[in-house]
Antibody, heavy 118, light 110 residues
Framework: QVQLQESGPGLVKPSETLSLTCTVSGGSLSHSYWTWIRQAPEKGLEWIGYIYYTGSTTYNSSLKSRVTISVDTSKNQFSLKLTSVTVADTAVYYC????????????WGQGTLVTVSS | QSALTQPPSASGSPGQSVTISCTGTSSDVGGYNYVSWYQQHPDKAPKLMIYEVSKRPSGVPDRFSGSKSGNTASLTVSGLQVEDEADYYCSSYVGSNNVVFGGGTKLTVL
């Protein structure tokens, strides 16, 4: 059974960089697209982007200038960096597995709340 | 890419059927058979209920079904149960390895 767990600071100051890591257990990173999704308070889901296990990435065009997703196959982890954050980036951030790069997100982490505040 | 359009709310009584729509364009819903549906209970992670328009992952009851006509996809929940009360989100592939979600629908079981 694949399990995902997000980790990282729960509070980030405006203009700084949000950094989160997702640790995958119960399976390898191979042949899957590892995805970040976020959900602002009382709002819907927003797809941020994903990384294939080989390292190729695709990002939401609205966030592309600020987002970097990377992978560390030796640790079975992938990470999210979002630069120049504002209060609008306050959200629960989820990591998930997409088997087909088409939105089939079959395993999710529990999510982690990141608050942007001074 | 713009979010897909879902009704904010839907409701039904136990045992009844309810259908939730997800409207996009020919560039997303209408252009690909890669529509998924997710169920989210309060303070929980979303759960995949339907993928590739109408396929159910193992363990999802067959009361949940999906379909698509033109630029609109639909999720039907038959034989409504109290535990089906949740938020439901659709998503679609939009090309260039991008995905977009709908705004979400709150399903109330009366």
């Amino acid at each position: 059974q694949v399990q995902l767990q997000e980790s990282g600071p729960g509070l980030v100051k405006p203009s700084e960089t949000l950094s989160l890591t997702c640790t995958v257990s119960g399976g390898s990173l191979s042949h899957s697209y590892w995805t970040w999704i976020r959900q602002a308070p009382e709002k819907g889901l927003e797809w941020i982007g994903y990384i294939y296990y080989t390292g190729s990435t695709t990002y939401n065009s609205s966030l592309k200038s600020r987002v970097t997703i990377s992978v560390d196959t030796s640790k079975n982890q992938f990470s999210l960096k979002l630069t120049s954050v504002t209060v609008a980036d306050t959200a629960v951030y989820y990591c998930a597995r997409d088997r087909a790069a088409a939105g089939k997100l079959d395993y999710w982490g529990q999510g982690t709340l990141v608050t942007v505040s001074s | 890419q713009s979010a897909l359009t879902q009704p904010p709310s839907a409701s039904g009584s136990p045992g009844q059927s309810v259908t939730i729509s997800c409207t996009g364009t020919s560039s997303d819903v209408g252009g690909y058979n890669y529509v998924s549906w997710y169920q989210q209970h309060p303070d929980k992670a979303p759960k995949l209920m339907i993928y590739e328009v109408s396929k159910r992952p193992s363990g999802v009851p067959d009361r949940f079904s999906g379909s698509k006509s033109g630029n609109t996809a639909s999720l039907t929940v038959s034989g409504l149960q109290v535990e089906d009360e949740a938020d439901y989100y659709c998503s679609s592939y939009v090309g260039s390895n991008n995905v977009v979600f709908g705004g979400g629908t709150k399903l109330t079981v009366l």
